[in-house]
């Protein structure tokens, strides 16, 4: 996969010359302050789909092929990335706070973290409820990373992104992001919030160069619902992860796959990972994904 320079092009729709924004309660982000040459994925799903699950393990499998990895929670409960430091580590929205929000004062081990097998670990948190806009939190995190030199060390970047909320704050990472990645189950929920995140991805391609790699199935023991879709909107499948109770398992023992206990299953959980970050690194064609309305795709999933 080439490395792409994320700046956002100029618009294509009515209005021209408005900065990515206008018109929306959505915060606007620097277009200057961007990632570099690591190659950027942006993690979306249903919320409790099993992401930072997700996001941990494949941070651990890019590091087990030899990739400087870092890892970014974009979540206010900050619980990305416990597994891999067995620990809720303080957020960058905590560590601002102590200092008045002046940047300058902070170190990068105030708010960088190593895990297992070395993945650097970042949570950006969020402002309280109600009260802000996540974009903002994702800006303030990457320029932080970048005013210290972090990225300049670093080849796979894993943002693990709140939910199936799709507003301009928590679609930010996509300004940064090379390609995105939807974790979905093979049940109606996952599929119809899959679905709207499609649209907003889609969105976000007009302005920047982020664009759909594919599916990724978890806690699903089939994907013929997931395949369906698929086939009807233009995506793919990378890897399918079964609801395994050595998955449960891993979550209470905060730990990542590759920490547990061998067995069969685990060792084919452990190299499916490995393929996909194999996959991804090597490059994935981008997909041209067109969402479906809701009316239609209420009326394709399942069956009578």
């Not at 300058?104 to 895990?115: K, M, W």
């Not at 979550?251 to 299953?265: G, H, N, Y």
């Amino acid at each position: 996969m080439n490395v792409i320079n994320k700046q956002p092009k100029a618009s294509t729709n009515p209005g021209d010359g408005r900065i990515d924004g206008d018109g929306s309660v959505q915060v606007h982000l620097d277009p200057h302050v961007t990632i570099g040459s690591a190659k950027v994925f942006s993690v979306y799903g249903k919320g409790g789909i099993g992401k930072s699950t997700t996001s941990s393990n494949l941070s651990v499998a890019f590091s087990k092929l030899g990739k400087r990895v870092l890892q970014i929670g974009c979540d206010p409960k900050h619980d990305s990335t416990f597994t891999l430091t067995k620990q809720l580590i303080p957020t960058v929205i905590d560590v601002l706070e102590t200092v008045n929000f002046h940047s300058e004062e902070l170190r990068i081990e105030d708010f960088v973290f190593e895990g297992y097998n070395g993945v650097m670990c970042v949570e950006a948190g969020g402002p309280p409820a109600g009260t802000g806009c996540g974009g903002y939190v994702v800006g303030q995190t990457v320029k932080l990373l970048k005013e210290h030199h972090l990225l300049e060390d670093t080849d796979v970047v894993i943002f693990d992104v709140l939910g199936d909320v799709v507003c301009g704050g928590f679609a930010s990472p996509l300004q940064h992001s090379d390609r995105a990645l939807i974790v979905t189950a093979n049940d109606f929920d996952s599929i119809f919030a899959m679905n709207r995140i499609v649209a907003a991805i889609t969105a976000k391609s007009r302005d920047y160069d982020v664009r759909l790699s594919g599916v990724i199935a978890n806690r699903s023991a089939g994907t013929d619902e997931i395949d369906r879709f698929n086939a009807e909107v233009g995506l793919q499948r990378l890897a399918h992860f079964p609801d395994l109770d050595v998955i449960r398992r891993s979550r209470l023992k905060k730990s990542t796959l590759f920490e547990m206990e061998a067995s069969p299953e685990l060792e084919a959980v452990q190299a499916e990972y490995l393929n996909l970050a194999q996959s991804l690194w090597s490059g994935t064609e981008p997909l041209d994904a067109t969402p479906m309305k809701d009316r239609n795709l209420f009326d394709f999933l399942g069956f009578d």
